[in-house]
């Protein structure tokens, strides 16, 4: 029987594969955002004596506008570019899907009554919120990967609608991985609160000018960790549509809750590895031991 090991809230900004200066990212660095990268460095640290098949991550970069779609085809292999920080992230990206859970979890989802699809075209271009959170949490590329899409149904109808079709979705996921043979571990690849500024400094790495866009936004960003530390977890979940209209955060994906839903919504308390801005956003390094 599969069953779901841990689960990460792991932020993507491109700024932090550009700082780390891997030889797949073309830009280079002269250092910046310690704080996350340091995060995830004991993220990485922490799963390492973790024993899991695949990384399952759920992307609000990869968004369709009706229904979820899972990648299902065993190897992509190209250039991304970032399209806002095309100076900082021109990656060059070979990973493995894990094609035979990515049909399962298809299935699930759609047996539960939501609309999906399986992408089966080898040329599609991999989303960089999957790239810039599995080269963080997993630079060697070497275990296999699902990455589902998000939708739009926070926007076209609302926060709750959302919220229930990612209970049904994290419910559909659980269920296709038990009736699987894989250790996996869930990922909801967003930041927290989202409002950034504009002009970026020169170099993009100068750290005297990074901070949070402003103090209300700190003020909601620790109390979701708040609540993810304390392990209040049906707390968190019904938060999650007032955070997110609050700070217009990357949550209106659904990434949090699917995979809040996903674990059971158990009341885990969580290891927050670290907090840090990026451009003026909040994000936290976050894993929940299932
Ligand atoms: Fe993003």
Not at 51 to 80: C, E, M, N
Not at 102 to 115: N, Q, R, T, Y
Not at 168 to 182: M, N, V
Request: hydrophobic share 40%.
């Amino acid at each position: 029987m599969g069953q779901i090991v841990a689960g990460l809230l792991a932020p993507h900004p491109p700024h932090l594969v550009y700082a780390e200066n891997p030889e797949q990212n073309e830009p280079t660095a002269e250092c910046g955002w310690e704080e996350l990268r340091w995060s995830y460095e004991r993220l990485r640290e922490s799963l390492a004596d973790i024993d899991y098949d695949t990384l399952v991550i759920h992307s609000p970069h990869w968004r369709t506008q009706i229904g979820t779609h899972f990648l299902a085809v065993d190897h992509f292999k190209s250039l991304s570019v970032d399209p806002i920080f095309p100076h900082l992230f021109r990656y060059n990206y070979d990973l493995k899907v894990d094609v035979d859970l990515a049909k399962k979890m298809e299935a699930a989802a759609k047996d539960a009554g939501l609309s999906t699809k399986l992408m089966t075209n080898p040329d599609f271009r991999v989303d960089y919120g999957t790239i810039v959170a599995g080269h963080m949490i997993r630079p060697e590329w070497d275990k296999p990967i699902v990455t589902m899409s998000s939708n739009g149904a926070a926007r076209y109808y609302s926060m709750d609608v959302m919220q229930e079709q990612m209970t049904t979705l994290g419910k559909a996921t659980a269920r296709a991985i038990e009736e699987s043979d894989k250790k996996v571990v869930l990922v909801a690849s967003h930041s927290l609160s989202h409002r950034h500024y504009v002009i970026e400094p020169n170099p993009p790495e100068d750290m005297s000018k990074e901070h949070i866009d402003h103090h209300g936004q700190y003020l909601w960003d620790m109390k979701m960790i708040e609540l993810m530390k304390a392990g209040k977890t049906q707390e968190l979940f019904d938060l999650i549509p007032d955070f997110t209209e609050a700070t217009v955060a990357e949550t209106e994906a659904g990434g949090l809750s699917w995979m809040l839903q996903a674990m059971g919504m158990k009341d885990i308390k969580a290891k927050v590895h670290g907090y840090g801005t990026v451009i003026g956003t909040g994000n936290a390094v976050v894993e929940w031991r299932v």
